[in-house]
C-alpha cells in the first residue's frame, strides 16, 4: 500500500506560480513512475505530466509544455510539479499518483489539492 499527500495548491494570480509536492510512502519511490492530473469543476481528470522511473524521462500535456517541470527526489519521496505562467484555465484539484508496477497504471492516487487561477 502506498500513500500520497499532496500539499502546495492555492490562489494565485494569473501569471503567477505554484509548486506542489506530493509525498509517497514506501521503501522502492525510485522504483515508481510518477504522474500528476487534474480535475476542474465540471470536467474529466486529464493527464498533466509524468516522470518514468528515475532518469527515465518526463512527459507532459501540450497545455502545459513550456510553463510546468515535474521533478523528484528520491531521498524525500518526493514528487515536484512547478507551474509558471498559470491560466485561469489551470484552476483544478490537482493530484499525484503513482504506478508502482513500472507500466502496470496508476495505482495509487493522493487526495488533490486545489489550485486556483484568477483572472
Known amino acids: 500500500q502506498v500513500q500520497l499527500v499532496e500539499s502546495g495548491g492555492g490562489l494565485v494570480q494569473a501569471g503567477g506560480s505554484l509548486r506542489l509536492s506530493c509525498v509517497a510512502s514506501?521503501?522502492?519511490?525510485?522504483?515508481?513512475?510518477m504522474g500528476w492530473f487534474r480535475q476542474a469543476p465540471g470536467k474529466e481528470r486529464e493527464f498533466v505530466a509524468n516522470d518514468w522511473r528515475s532518469g527515465e524521462g518526463t512527459r507532459y500535456a501540450d497545455f502545459v509544455k513550456g510553463r510546468f517541470t515535474i521533478s523528484r527526489d528520491n531521498a524525500k519521496n518526493t514528487v515536484y510539479l512547478q507551474m509558471n505562467s498559470l491560466k485561469p484555465e489551470d484552476t483544478a484539484v490537482y493530484y499525484c499518483?503513482?504506478?508502482?508496477?513500472?507500466?502496470?497504471?496508476?495505482?495509487?492516487w493522493g487526495q488533490g489539492t486545489q489550485v486556483t487561477v484568477s483572472s
Open positions: 499518483a503513482a504506478d508502482v508496477r513500472a507500466g502496470g497504471g496508476y495505482d495509487y
Open positions: 514506501g521503501r522502492t519511490f525510485s522504483s515508481y513512475n
